[in-house]
């Protein structure tokens, strides 16, 4: 019953061109299979990243699980290579489900910073996919291997010309 | 029970007899079999659930003809293929949607008698684990089933219920991928998924049922008095409160058919979406792996374990909360030990925690019908927690209890709710004004039951339980 091997070949890298995408925009693409966001962050949304009141809820701030590649992605409480480049494998770690963009404050909660919310159990999570205390999600979106071919070009699915962390797979896969 | 001695019979049938004992087998489960005689409302949806599971198999194998577990085709092979295309396929879907929604909320009431006249005890036990076997069985049919219209809510449905799970540690990710046969729910998914559903569930669905009947049959029925009839034989060796199931059960079994008929054909005919309910309207869209609905729940039968998950905020203990609430289930013969079967001489404030179980079970499912809002989830959290405290207080009704123990119990259940949002606030998960505002139900509810048996110890009294049966004219 394990996956065949016409579905293991396709973790193949994809190219996302990122030039269209308006600052506070969110682009669905997809790699693996698997959904793959990327926010154009705005320079408020990327100020709620370090506000105390947020870090403090958060159950990981310092991306501490093994749900990036490598320390790089981590950036401070960026989690992207460009802060104003957000890129994320859109699956909520509590059960898959893709949670919808909430960027307007004090919405989902009272205290809300902007961020991600599942519709499936109500995880919530921040404008860098951090999750947020009382979510059933127990860590982090996981940010998948990706490096800046050109300034507007990304390629998802491994982290250097020379295919790095390809085969790199996040603690909750 | 006398056991089938090789009749006399004449003719073919007792040539046939000779060499596969029908005639004998019919006289002990039917003719032979006695029955206690004061079977009421209660005792009709053992031999309905039957009935719908001949049904499902009958209309299952006919959509199975015409579907097509295939990614690209499964979802037009359903509301065009069957439901436009073929002759009375629409019909055939329908019945076996209804029939779905209709067989568990047979099961539930079925369940519901066992708790209520004590059918779980001595020397029922095993008979009781059997059913909730077969209701796991059958949760797993449903949930298999509902993938494969392919539509938006029967993929999303999927897709999480399989990452359940991956809460597992360690070994969970392997386990999850291995049953989707892929990093997310595909095609070999819903291909597995099929020959799940309409091949190996419907058989050991089979094979459960019959053990079922078999331990039934051989423990003999209770009945609403709880009393045991195989205790007062008359000198033929037939219990003095028993009929023979057949015909007297079975003609009031088939009058429990056809209201039941009338109900069923009724959604059949004339709502056959169950305002939404039968069938989810988010599944007249086909499935899409990078939009996950808004509002996206289970189907109404397992709302109420989706309100637990989602009261914790933890991945592993939201799964292992609704997990245990099976466990309460299946637990029943030890936690009520009193050696009172039946509801009816029971004490007062037994019969009112008995009462609660059902309606907290709905009341679940109300709120698991909302949006997953923090308010809700907290909600949900402490209708889980009275859950769990009815099933916790039925170990105190074993027999009367002391003041003493009375204050340790009401202690004990207070601190765990009260410790649960303790916690909830410590990891910062929710503000105590959000909290406070739901939390004074399972703890006035503790209070109510075990304050009132303080003050009032006539309230855990339990009644005498009569020698005979109290109720049905007929005598044999
Ligand atoms: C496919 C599902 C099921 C079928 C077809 C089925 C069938 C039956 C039938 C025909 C009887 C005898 C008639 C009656 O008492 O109503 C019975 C009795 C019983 N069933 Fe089930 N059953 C099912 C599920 C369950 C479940 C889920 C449970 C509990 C968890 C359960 C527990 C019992 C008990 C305890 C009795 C004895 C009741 C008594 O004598 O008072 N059954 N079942
Ligand atoms: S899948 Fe996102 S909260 Fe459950």
Redesign the interface.
């Known amino acids: 019953?394990?996956?065949?091997k016409a579905?293991a070949a396709?973790g193949a890298p994809v190219d996302i061109d990122v030039s269209k995408v308006e600052p506070g925009q969110l682009l669905?693409a997809?790699w693996?299979?698997?959904?793959v966001w990327i926010l154009h962050r705005k320079d408020w949304m990327l100020k709620t990243l370090s506000e105390p009141g947020l870090l403090?809820?958060l159950k990981d701030a310092a991306s501490q699980a093994n749900q990036q590649p490598a320390p790089a992605y981590v950036n401070g409480n960026y989690r992207a290579l460009k802060p104003h480049m957000f890129i994320a494998v859109?699956l909520c770690?509590?059960?898959?489900?893709?949670?919808?963009y909430r960027p307007a404050p004090h919405t989902?909660?009272q205290w809300w910073y902007g961020g991600f919310?599942?519709?499936?159990?109500?995880s919530m999570y921040d404008f860098s996919a951090r999750v947020i205390?009382?979510?059933?999600?127990?860590l982090n979106m996981p940010v998948p291997p990706y490096y800046w071919v050109s300034d507007t070009v990304v390629r998802v699915g491994e982290g250097s010309p020379s295919g790095a962390d390809k085969s790199w797979t996040p603690s909750?896969? | 029970m006398t056991t089938g001695t090789t009749s006399e019979q004449r003719g073919l049938m007792g040539w046939i007899n000779h060499r596969i004992p029908v005639v004998d087998m019919w006289r002990e489960h039917l003719t032979g079999y006695a029955a206690p005689k004061n079977f009421n409302f209660w005792y009709f949806f053992g031999s309905l659930s039957m009935l719908v599971l001949v049904l499902q198999l009958a209309t299952g194998l006919f959509l199975a003809i015409h579907y097509q577990p295939n990614t690209h085709l499964a979802f037009w092979s359903v509301l065009r293929g069957i439901m436009r295309d073929s002759h009375w396929g629409w019909l055939i879907r329908y019945m076996h949607v209804t029939g779905a929604s209709l067989f568990f909320v047979l099961v539930y009431l079925h369940m519901y008698r066992g708790i209520m006249y004590g059918s779980y005890k001595k020397p029922r036990e095993l008979l009781w684990l059997i059913g909730i076997a077969i209701y796991l069985v059958l949760a797993g049919e449903a949930f298999l089933g509902y993938l494969l219209p392919w539509g938006q809510m029967s993929f999303?449905g999927s897709?999480?219920?399989v990452?359940?799970v991956?809460a597992i540690p360690v070994i969970g990710?392997g386990i999850a991928?291995?049953?989707?046969?892929?990093?997310?729910v595909?095609q070999?998914t819903l291909n597995?998924f099929f020959v799940f559903h309409v091949f190996l569930m419907p058989f050991a669905l089979m094979a459960l049922v019959l053990v079922h009947i078999i331990a039934l049959h051989q423990v003999g029925s209770n009945n609403p008095d709880g009393v045991n009839i195989r205790e007062n034989l008359n000198k033929d060796g037939w219990p003095k409160d028993g009929i023979p199931f057949h015909p007297y059960y079975s003609v009031k079994d088939i009058f429990g058919v056809s209201v039941f008929m009338l109900v069923f054909f009724w959604f059949v005919f004339y709502n056959p979406s169950g305002w939404g309910y039968l069938v989810d309207k988010l599944n007249f869209a086909p499935a899409n792996?990078?939009?996950?609905?808004?509002?996206?729940h289970p189907l109404w039968f397992f709302l109420p374990f989706y309100a637990m998950?989602?009261g914790?905020?933890?991945?592993?203990y939201?799964v292992m909360t609704f997990a245990a609430a099976f466990v309460m289930l299946a637990a029943m013969p030890l936690l009520d030990r009193n050696p009172i079967r039946s509801i009816r001489y029971r004490s007062f404030l037994y019969k009112v925690n008995l009462l609660a179980m059902p309606v907290v079970f709905i009341w679940l499912g109300v709120i698991a019908n909302g949006?997953?809002?923090?308010h809700?989830?907290v909600i949900g959290m402490h209708a889980t927690l009275l859950y769990y405290t009815t099933f916790f207080l039925l170990p105190y009704f074993n027999r009367q209890r002391s003041a003493m123990t009375t204050i340790v119990w009401l202690v004990v259940l207070e601190a765990l709710v009260w410790g649960v949002d303790f916690w909830?606030y410590a990891?910062?998960?929710?503000s105590w004004g959000l909290m406070l505002q739901t939390n004074w139900i399972p703890t006035l509810y503790i209070a109510f039951i075990l304050l009132l048996a303080l003050v009032s110890p006539k309230l855990t009294q339990d009644g005498k339980v009569p020698e005979r049966l109290t109720q049905g004219g007929l005598t044999h």
């Open positions: 019953m394990n996956p065949g579905i396709l669905l997809e693996k299979k698997k959904p403090k809820r859109a770690t509590h059960a898959q489900c893709i949670p919808d989902v909660t919310h599942c519709p499936c159990h109500g205390e009382g979510s059933p999600a127990p909750i896969w | 999303w897709m999480v219920v990452n359940f991956t990710n991928e291995w049953l989707r046969g892929s990093f997310i595909g070999p597995r792996g990078i939009k996950t609905p808004s509002d996206i998950l989602r914790v905020p933890d991945k592993l939201g949006q997953a809002t923090e809700n989830m909830m990891i910062d998960a929710h």
